[in-house]
T-cell receptor, first 113, second 112 residues
Framework: DSGVTQTPKHLITATGQRVTLRCSPR?????VYWYQQSLDQGLQFLIQ???????AKGNILERFSAQQFPDLHSELNLSSLELGDSALYFC????????????FGQGTRLTVV | SQQGEEDPQALSIQEGENATMNCSYK?????LQWYRQNSGRGLVHLIL?????REKHSGRLRVTLDTSKKSSSLLITASRAADTASYFC????????????FGQGTRLTINP
């Protein structure tokens, strides 16, 4: 158990819908990362937060947004869902944004039908 | 594009043998991390090696880092069936980029 909690574990939704994925980082970790893993794209970095502020942005679509709350949990919002958004979404956390081990949650498997 | 590229893409060996996987990256790094992922599951952190380190051990794992060649290797000794998984390297950019960039992974199969 990495200490990073993601909910829900599985999500099935229809195209055009909006979903919210939640991540609770390990106790003491201030930095949160979001990744998307699909079969054809591998692990793609989406976005990173540190202590509530956005620190780095990757290949995140405009239809996606995220935030980190004062209690350090983070949410990833996916809207206007398309079939191609079906993937595993991982959250990771680390103590600092740099030079620290990042620990991953078990992921949320999103299926868009 | 991916920063790290693992080689080989797939590796199949007998239980008890050693497995070596390689990772190459493109830009200067602050550190490099190795992860294991069982099919469809979360990533498990294995080891972190900093740019000023050349070798690191953890149990049956040995990681080397050659910053001049921008490459790293992960050696798993005395492999077990439970080591069957995908292995990824991830790099942390030296400046600005505060993110981990992953390669496509090596799929390791340990045959009993």
């Amino acid at each position: 158990d990495s200490g990073v909690t993601q909910t829900p574990k599985h999500l099935i939704t229809a195209t055009g819908q909006r979903v919210t994925l939640r991540c609770s980082p390990r106790s003491g970790d201030l930095s949160v990362y979001w990744y998307q893993q699909s079969l054809d794209q591998g692990l793609q970095f989406l976005i990173q937060y540190y202590n509530g502020e956005e620190r780095a942005k990757g290949n995140i679509l405009e239809r996606f947004s995220a935030q980190q709350f004062p209690d350090l949990h983070s949410e990833l919002n996916l809207s206007s869902l398309e079939l191609g958004d079906s993937a595993l979404y991982f959250c990771a956390s680390s103590v600092t944004p740099r030079d620290a081990e990042a620990f991953f949650g078990q992921g949320t498997r999103l299926t868009v039908v | 594009s991916q920063q790290g590229e693992e080689d080989p893409q797939a590796l199949s060996i007998q239980e008890g043998e050693n497995a070596t996987m390689n990772c190459s990256y493109k830009t200067s790094i602050n550190n490099l991390q190795w992860y294991r992922q069982n099919s469809g599951r979360g990533l498990v952190h294995l080891i972190l090696i900093r740019s000023n380190e050349r070798e690191k051990h953890s149990g049956r794992l040995r990681v080397t880092l050659d910053t001049s060649k921008k490459s790293s290797s992960l050696l798993i000794t005395a492999s077990r069936a439970a080591d069957t998984a995908s292995y990824f390297c991830a790099t942390d950019g030296i400046q600005g980029a505060q993110k981990l960039v992953f390669g496509q992974g090596t799929r390791l199969t340990i045959n009993p």
